[in-house]
């Protein structure tokens, strides 16, 4: 059964750098999507990021990928989310994810825990 264990939450000063870091294990298919998502205190989840295991295409919510730069390392079965330039507005809960079909914001269906990331400004 798959499972998705994020890591790296952290509270931090606007500004500053943040790593996340998420173990996706128990997929059997070679090829399928890791995802990024958070959702903001009081608001709706919101992808943030995607990225194919097979050949690592990359896309990004437009507002973010300035900033933003998802990552993956297929043979530790780990994706990663580098965040820079911290505004208090990135503050939320962010969610690691996984889907078996497309990297579509709607076809993620496996879901890792969160990890809360604040920034303080």
């Known amino acids: 059964q798959a499972r998705l264990v994020e890591s790296g939450g952290a509270s931090v000063q606007a500004g500053e750098s943040l790593t996340l870091s998420c173990a996706v294990l128990?997929?059997?298919?070679?090829?399928?999507?890791r995802g990024w998502f958070r959702q903001p205190p009081g608001e709706e989840r919101e992808g943030v990021a995607t990225?194919?295991?097979?050949?690592?295409?990359?896309t990004y919510a437009d507002s973010l990928k300035d900033r933003f730069t998802i990552s993956q390392d297929n043979a530790e079965n780990t994706v990663y989310l580098q965040m820079n330039s911290l505004r208090s507005e990135d503050t939320g809960t962010y969610y690691c994810?996984?889907?078996?079909?497309?990297?579509?914001?709607?076809?993620?269906?496996?879901w890792g825990q969160g990890t809360q990331v604040t920034v303080s400004s």
């Open positions: 128990g997929i059997s298919s070679s090829a399928f999507c």
């Open positions: 990225i194919w295991s097979a050949q690592g295409i990359t």
């Open positions: 994810a996984v889907s078996l079909h497309t990297c579509a914001w709607d076809d993620f269906s496996v």
